[in-house]
């Protein structure tokens, strides 16, 4: 173990061993070296996100035939610092009847649940803030806490828009926690453990690979779990005008925003850990464990693209569309793949690698098909239905 | 000494001080000239009427409450997968029964009609 082979670990510990030098007990100093490093790594999340406000303007400029930010810097890459300044000298304007304490708490919850994610995303074998044994319980944990501000900050503006936000919120981004909740558990199922680590160190197949059907519901109820377009009925311009920010304004939005953002980017590297291998690339990983970093802040930067074409290609849905979506299709398919994860798991457990993943997929195929059966199915019985009311309803204005 | 929830707590502090420490800079920096025209309520350019604390639909809160009674429940199942390679066929197929009472119970919830948005 050398600086050049594991530069965080070698670090801490000689940063550790500085600190006993100075007088200080073991607990004391080891605290002290996790405040330094989860400090670090905040800031440099941070700086990310600030990067990522730049990717997002630029990006919805090609989607939308513009050019984007280019006049502030190179590419307008010094854009997001000039944005930052001006939120910051901004007035702090609370509304008159607003409920202070929880007004002004939500947007620290809504970035800092963000944050939180960061302590347990492995960014290499080697980088990583922690290792739960739990990791994937508290992913959904954190990810609760953020839908918690949303609700904070509807509540807390007494304004009506905001209210009527938080009530969607209540009814839809914690609907979607369900089957992302059940999606979850079968990446557990396939690695035996919930560590992020271990799931990545397992994938010699990708776990897209053995359950795309998986990989699909998750995309799906994580970006109505950010309440990102289609899904963000929460805050639709539209109807509700911002919905639960609409009374935030200067650096308290930019809290909600840079939440938004950063909470995008989180799920891309999520969805790159439970389903794309994480930080390994087909060895390219041994090299050095920054350039695991970097695969893994790559194919993250994939998914937050994935998410944003998404988010602005395809129209909002109405709110009973996108709980029946959820309800009834979603939720019963998260619990059937479940069920047929599990059993092939344990059928094909000891078989060749090969028959297994082919196994796997198959069978997310053939559940994925069945299930669109029965759609067909059922929306073509409802049709008919409909159809045999109007033509009675025809025949009695006939008369 | 390797403790891991040492580390979340210091993390949760870190990730709590970011944000307060931009809100109170913008505190520190920005104007202050509050008047009651500024700080009243948003309404598009009309003056609310009432209170803004309304009663709203309760099929809202009717959602909040199945989904409650899912996300327990879910939770049951994450140290029966994990374990699963180990687990006897018996509680395998005892895992597949408590999913099989679940969906039961999202089939009684549809039933009643209570997932319709009316």
């Known amino acids: ?399 | 000494m390797h403790n891991e929830w040492l580390y979340i707590g210091v993390f949760l502090i870190v990730a709590g001080f970011i944000p307060v420490a931009a809100l109170v800079l913008a505190w520190v920096l920005g104007p202050k000239k509050p008047n009651p025209i500024k700080q009243s309520t948003y309404e598009c350019g009309i003056e609310t009427v009432g209170e803004s604390w309304v009663q709203f639909k309760a099929q809202y809160y009717v959602f909040a409450l199945v989904f409650l009674i899912f996300d327990v429940e879910t939770v049951f199942l994450f140290p029966w997968a994990v374990t699963l390679d180990k687990l006897p066929l018996f509680v395998v197929t005892e895992g597949i029964v408590f999913i099989g009472i679940l969906v039961a119970g999202l089939l009684y919830v549809w039933r009643k009609g209570l997932l319709e948005w009316v």
């Open chain 1, 1 to 399: 173990m050398n600086f050049w082979t594991d530069p965080v670990n070698v670090a801490a510990e000689w940063l550790k061993d500085v600190f006993i030098g100075w007088g200080m007990t073991d607990p004391y100093a080891t605290a002290l070296v996790y405040l330094l490093g989860a400090f670090l790594l905040v800031a440099l999340v941070m700086l990310l996100d600030v990067f990522l406000v730049w990717v997002e303007r630029k990006v919805v400029a090609r989607f939308q035939d513009r050019i984007g930010p280019n006049r502030v810097g190179p590419f307008g890459l010094i854009q997001p610092f000039a944005d930052i300044i001006k939120l910051i000298i901004k007035e702090d304007i609370t509304p008159a009847g607003a409920d202070k304490v929880v007004y002004n708490l939500a947007p620290v919850l809504s970035l800092a649940s963000v944050l939180l994610l960061w302590a347990i995303l492995p960014l290499s074998a080697l980088v990583y803030g922690v290792d739960l044994n739990v990791a994937v319980l508290y992913l959904v944990a954190a990810g609760a806490l953020g839908t918690l501000a949303v609700i904070m900050a509807g509540w807390s503006s007494n304004n009506k828009y905001a209210l009527l936000g938080a009530f969607r919120t209540v009814a839809q981004m914690i609907s979607f926690e369900i089957p992302m909740v059940v999606v979850l558990l079968i990446p557990t199922i396939l690695t035996g453990s919930m560590s992020l680590k271990t799931i990545v160190e397992r994938q010699d197949i990708w776990y897209v690979v053995l359950t795309p059907l998986g990989f699909v519901i998750f995309l799906i109820s994580a970006i109505a779990e950010l309440g990102r377009a289609p899904f963000d009925l929460n805050e639709a311009e539209s109807e509700i005008v911002a919905g639960f920010h609409i009374e935030y304004s200067g650096m308290k939005f930019g809290l909600f925003y840079a939440g938004e953002l950063l909470h995008a980017f989180t799920f891309g590297g999520f969805m790159a850990v439970l389903f794309f291998g994480g930080y390994r690339f087909f060895g390219l990983e041994q090299i050095h464990p920054l350039v695991a970093v970097l695969i893994l802040m790559v194919k993250a930067l994939l998914g937050y693209w994935v998410i944003m074409w998404i988010k602005y290609t395809v129209p909002r849905i109405r709110i009973d569309h996108m709980l029946a979506l959820n309800w009834k299709f979603l939720t019963p398919l998260a619990f059937a793949l479940l069920v047929v994860t599990a059993v092939m798991h344990r059928l094909l457990g000891g078989t060749q690698p090969w028959v297994y993943a082919l196994g796997l997929f198959l069978s997310n195929v053939v559940l994925l098909l069945a299930a669109l059966e029965i759609l067909r199915a059922s929306a073509r019985r409802q049709r008919r239905q409909e159809e045999a009311v109007l033509s009675a309803v025809a025949e009695t204005a006939g008369h």
